[in-house]
């Protein structure tokens, strides 16, 4: 089969371009595909002559990776490009990435059906804004939109009103006019789970992170959470739990909850939540990547599958299948 894989390339190692794949992410997708026996070839999503080169080359099937690079909606770029040249493709479409993109639609979407999530204090859009006073403590000031963890630090957990106007402050200055969320902070275990398929979707077991085995320095550096700076430098030293350490009925309920909600969010193939469950193991669903990460040696994605006893190959086999076994069935709807 003539498959097709659009990506956006990582050039420099600043964190607006953490999202983008590495040469050898690319490289190691495209050697799985081919071991499949798949003729690859690859599609830069930034070149201004994309739509035109596809609707040359028309492969029967896209793997997109790409995050795009054309602001907050970039993800669905690539999905509504192939939509018009008719062009199947992996993952969500349209709606299914512009939902996802956004915390705030996500969040009023999951609540509305009984998923539990933390609860919303303020969007904040502009610096003119007045910060609405905060009645409980902690709370976690971040981006709207961006995805990778970007713009989540440290000291994006607030344990006082005056930490919460700095925190805005300068997640503002870096953001410029993109809106900035604060929402209560849930104290207790990082999970994340994978959901992958569509005729049902199937959840893998949730994974637990424990960063433990950070030393101070790095702890202090993450404050428990998956910042930018733990995904960068620190995810190797933590121990990962598949499925987490929860009594079985906690993890049974987060995989029942995690496809619920990928149905409920118009997602496709493939995708991951982010997931805290507090000491009454209460999960909460902070948000969903509707375009994985697949660095085959660091992505959570690849390594729950090779905690499965799978490998890297199988794993974009399976994405690939999913795609195709939609197609064949006429669910190739514009989400």
Request: proline share 6%; glycine share 6%; with cysteine.
């Amino acid at each position: 089969m003539k498959v097709g894989i659009t990506f956006n390339l990582r050039k420099t190692f600043s964190e607006r371009d953490s999202v983008f794949d590495s040469p050898k992410t690319i490289e190691d997708v495209k050697l799985a595909l081919t071991s499949l026996g798949h003729r690859v070839k690859l599609y830069e999503a930034d070149s201004e002559t994309l739509f035109y080169i596809l609707k040359i080359d028309r492969p029967q099937i896209v793997f997109n990776m790409a995050e795009g690079r054309f602001g907050v909606f970039g993800e669905s770029f690539v999905p509504a490009l192939l939509d018009e040249l008719k062009i199947p493709y992996t993952g969500s479409g349209v709606q299914g990435t512009l939902v996802a993109v956004n915390k705030v639609f996500t969040k009023l979407i999951l609540q509305s059906i009984g998923i539990s999530v933390p609860k919303l204090y303020q969007v904040v859009n502009s610096l003119k804004e007045e910060i609405t006073p905060i009645d409980k403590f902690p709370v976690i000031v971040k981006p709207v939109f961006e995805g990778a963890s970007i713009g989540i630090k440290s000291k994006s957990i607030c344990y006082s009103q005056e930490e919460v106007d700095k925190a805005v402050l300068k997640l503002k200055e870096r953001l410029g006019n993109r809106p900035v969320m604060i929402e209560e902070f849930i104290d207790g275990v990082e999970v994340t789970v994978g959901v992958i398929g569509n005729f049902p979707p199937k959840s893998l077991p949730p994974m637990e992170i424990d960063f433990s085995p950070l030393n101070k320095r790095e702890l202090n550096a993450t404050n428990g959470i998956q910042t930018f700076t733990f995904k960068t430098n620190y995810s190797e030293k933590a121990n990962y739990y598949l499925p987490a350490r929860f009594p079985p009925e906690v993890n049974t309920h987060i995989q029942k909850m995690a496809v619920k909600a990928f149905e409920i969010l118009g997602l496709r193939d493939i995708a991951r939540f982010d997931v805290r469950v507090d000491k009454d193991f209460t999960p909460y669903f902070i948000e969903v990547n509707a375009i994985v990460g697949l660095e085959k040696e660091h992505s959570d994605f690849p390594r729950m599958y090779k905690m499965l006893g799978y490998d890297y190959n199988d794993l974009i086999k399976d994405i690939l299948n999913s795609a195709l076994e939609r197609v064949k069935n006429n669910m190739r709807v514009t989400y």
